[in-house]
């Protein structure tokens, strides 16, 4: 069976995270969360790669890439530029890989200008609200659809 190829991108200050206002995001960091990722993607026998960046043209020219890069599905917190993006709305619906939404905090529950995802509509599905454990949700439910999907 050929290599599945998932590529998880994170947006700005997530590299923060450990120490970033804890009671809503907890406490465990953004290299701890990717190695978790990486057990289950070991677990599920598919590859994984890692992007992080507070920059939201790079975020842009990253998901353009895996048109390229082999990539088969994405995994992405878009984090602020969430609310604000529509290049990255853009860019996901251009490239036509699955892509599932992930965030750490509950953004229906939060401030308003939180609500809205710009993101969402380009997206399969969204995971929010659960912690950091919304990664792990978000990648097995991107490999289900993958292998539910394959020719
Ligand atoms: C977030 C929610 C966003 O509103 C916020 O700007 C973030 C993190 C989350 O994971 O809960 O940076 O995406």
Known sequence: MPTMNITVINGPNLQLLGLREPTIYG???LEEIQ???QDVADSLNVNISFF???HEGEIVDKIGSCLSDGTNGIVINPAAY???SIAIHD???AVLLPAVEVHISNISSRESFRNLSMTAPACL???AGLG???YEWALRAIVKHLKQNRK
Do not use: E, M, R, Y
């Open 35 to 37: 190695k978790h990722l």
């Open 82 to 84: 969430t609310h604000t």
């Open 52 to 54: 992080q960046s507070n």
């Open 27 to 29: 406490s465990t960091t």
């Open 132 to 134: 950091v454990d919304g």
């Open 91 to 93: 860019a996901l619906k």
């Open 125 to 127: 599905g969204i995971i």
